[in-house]
């Protein structure tokens, strides 16, 4: 098979730091703190690289958006088994209004530009949660999508997607090409070590601007405030017996006000 | 070549019970040179050293408590020469990042699972 997968990698703040609310209530502190690749994108990397190794696809193409340090992710999906990176330089305003429809913009076009033939991405970003990038990149495109997968296989030209939804487990069959994203259970990711990361350092990461790929890339929200909330995370557990220490967590709830009726709606740009 | 003198020498200076730096002194010039760069697995420690340090710098209890103890045990075997040793020893230590690495992708995968998904019964 001699197709070409595009893997978008976001860089987010790390897992297991701390994050803590800018006093001023405009977002989150980043300076300083610990960046790496969003989790689920590592498990999209993984498949990706997984895909190779079996014949499947012939290259991956590892793509992020963001200023220079975001060239470090891309690094380490080079590390990780993919054969060359695209950096799609976005820097200050720009980058702070940067979401999923911006990045689904630019996704499309790349994969046009790369004739690519499939798209993994991770389901979502642990700093936004937004989980709308997969969905808005193949509706941009006219592509079949398979999100939350826990198992992809090639099957001729089609694609067998089993999906993690909350009733269980779907099997969906969709056409090449298509855009796949990753769930949790989709695969283990390899780590990358230092030998792997030095031989990475001969692979080609390749810049680009939005511009030049005739994306728009002005945001329709605007985040009104950040704050920070002081409570039990996620799901309330009200079943927990035997459990005598609950996790507290704290989250937050960025605060953002449309402007636009939501994008999804609108005719694609 | 090179690594059969070099045990034949370590050998043959255990069974002559002779401190190793007059024996040193008695050598022909290269194999002094032999015993000086002491061991060909000099740079796989260095590397084991380097990918270990590297590894590190994610440990829950963080990195400067990671280099003091990786640096403390390897300072323990500095003086083992026996390549059979040392090689175990190497060994020993690729496990180490066998089961760090084991470590980080099982703390990420439970963190994750307790963030995005209903707990299950």
Known sequence: MSARVLVGVKRVIDYAVKIRVKPDHTGVVTDGVKHSMNPFCEIAVEEAVKLKEKKFVKEVVAVSCGPQQVQETIRTALAMGADRGIHVEVSGKDYETLGPLQVSKILAALAKKEQADLIILGKQAIDDDCNQTGQMTAALLDWPQGTFASEVNIEADMLKVVREVDGGLETIKIKLPAVVTADLRLNTPRYATLPNIMKAKKKKIANVKPADLGVDMSSRLEVLKNIEEADAGGAVQTNTEGLSSLVMEQTLRPVKSGSAPSPIQTRPM | ?121
């Open chain 2, 1 to 121: 070549m090179q690594r059969r003198n070099l045990a034949f020498i370590l050998e043959s200076i255990h069974t002559m019970a002779l401190p190793p730096h007059v024996l040193v002194y008695c050598l022909p010039q290269d194999k002094k040179r032999d015993i000086k760069m002491s061991n060909p697995l000099r740079g796989e420690v260095i590397r084991l050293y380097k990918n270990l340090l590297y590894l590190g710098r994610e440990y829950p209890k963080g990195t400067t408590y990671f280099r003091e103890r990786l640096k403390a045990a390897f300072m323990k075997n500095k003086d083992v020469t026996e390549p059979e040793k040392i090689q175990k020893l190497i060994d020993r230590g690729e496990f180490v990042i066998k089961e760090l690495e084991a470590l980080y992708f099982l703390r990420k995968y439970r963190a994750m699972k307790k963030r995005y998904y209903e707990p299950e019964h």
